[in-house]
């Protein structure tokens, strides 16, 4: 089970992204008037609204939209429904995003938001009424050239229809077809783009493979482990079987499983299916306190749950000679310190999770475009990107001689000043 409370969770995180991107501000000397803009964020709403429930009782929510800066284009990032969103959490979420897709070099700047709940204390027909409320209120705080949500933590493309759909039927018929591309992760039927399922996963396991080819190592009979099964654990885990390495280790929000022997991760992907999502009780593994993942024997560990996952608590207990962050900020910065002095590697989040918002900007294209891109263009695109990416940040790494993070970190603020001092702050 993952343990982080909610204010742990949300202290860390903005605690982090703020050291994180003042340790890279310093080192590039950024312009003091510039590190005041990014330090903040230029938007933040707080939506409370009532949703009636399947029994007939009102409910009232509250939601969550941070957008922190749009300097390369229009706000970009997902929609989380979990009992830790909240304006803090957003905050920390949204500064990624804007880190993110500077480092990819899209036209985009970073936003983030969702949703305070359980979504499994919710039936399929509440969650619909209440994802259309929140969209309803959002207005125009949202817009396929403004600020484009995606899915998150516990949201899907389902969720995304039902978003397009609302935020569509607000616009006059004439109107409606230039929307769709309002989010992204949408269904296919519903203008989505092939392999935007697997994007992100895919772009984890991608720079698993970059980071290994650099250093000479075979993936052939590497064990690694998963925190986190869902979309991006999955996707991770799959294509990381297909070049022969073993799943040793699994963790979601109800238990964890272990087998040093391989866990199937088509079968653990059925197998939760039909177990109301959860991995507990699994076939062929051994239940593990919950304390003990992190030192489970392995070569390999992926976090993709939820961020402060990975702390001065248990990162000397890690085996693994890698850490792919597949979930947004999983490492707190005294855990990363010690880490890096055992000699650890680490592919940071705003790198190594980024398929997903560079899959997002595929389909935008798409949709902006009127195109139908098939899935192994979609992927060849993925991949070529990804490897740009990647070799930029390596090689930014190894001119500094230093950690992947800070040149990732470098290599995105300093693509934000050019554009400021390009541009200039108005008036």
């Known amino acids: 089970m993952i343990t982080k409370s909610k204010k742990e969770l949300k202290q860390g995180m903005l605690e982090n992204v703020m050291s994180q991107f003042n340790h890279a501000a310093d080192i590039v000397d950024l312009n003091p008037n510039i590190r005041k803009i990014l330090s903040i964020t230029n938007n933040e709403l707080i939506i409370h609204f009532p949703v009636k429930m399947d029994n007939g009782d009102v409910e009232v929510f509250t939601g969550y939209r941070v957008q922190h800066n749009n300097a390369l284009g229009p706000y970009k990032g997902g929609l989380r429904y979990h009992p830790t969103v909240d304006i803090d959490a957003a905050k920390a979420l949204a500064m990624w995003m804007t880190w993110k897709t500077s480092l990819a070099g899209l ?127 999955f996707w991770t885990s799959y294509f990381l079987e297909l070049e022969g390495a073993k799943l040793v280790g699994v963790q979601d929000a109800f238990g964890t499983i272990a087998n040093q022997e391989g866990i199937a991760v088509a079968q653990l992907n059925d197998y939760m299916q039909g177990n109301k999502g959860s991995i507990v009780d699994f076939p062929n593994s ?11 024997d392995c070569d390999i560990c992926i976090p993709a749950a939820l961020g402060n996952q990975i702390t001065a608590e248990n990162a000397d207990k890690i085996k693994a000679f890698l850490i792919a962050e597949g979930a947004n900020g999983p490492t707190d910065v005294e855990a990363e310190e010690i880490l890096l002095n055992n000699g650890v590697g680490i592919i940071p989040d705003i790198l190594c999770n980024s398929g997903g918002v560079i899959g997002s900007y595929f389909e935008w294209l798409q949709n902006r475009n009127g195109e139908l891109w098939q899935l192994d263009e979609v992927l060849a695109k993925l991949d070529k990107k990804m490897k740009e990416i990647f070799d930029r940040v390596y090689v930014k790494a190894e001119e500094r001689n230093g950690d992947m993070r800070t040149s990732a970190y470098v290599i995105a603020i300093e693509r934000i000043e050019k554009a400021y001092v390009q541009r200039g702050i108005f008036p």
Do not use: C
Request: net charge positive; charged share 25%.
């Open 107 to 233: 036209p985009y700047g970073g936003a983030k938001g969702g949703i305070q709940l359980d979504p499994s204390k919710y039936s399929t027909t509440e969650l619909e009424r209440i994802t259309r409320r929140f969209t309803y209120a959002l207005g125009d705080n949202i817009g396929p050239e403004h600020d484009i949500p995606a899915p998150d933590v516990n949201t899907n493309s389902q969720t995304m229809a039902w978003i397009v759909d609302t935020y569509m039927s607000t616009k006059s018929p004439a109107e409606r077809s230039k929307n769709q591309h309002v989010v992204t992760g949408k269904p296919l039927g519903s203008g989505g783009s092939e392999g935007r399922d697997r994007a992100t996963g895919y772009g984890v396991f991608l720079n698993i493979k970059f980071w290994a080819e650099k250093k000479k190592i075979d993936l052939k009979n590497k064990r690694f482990i998963v925190q986190g099964f869902g979309n991006v654990g």
């Open 286 to 296: 051994v239940a593990l306190p919950t304390e003990d993942f992190f030192g489970l």
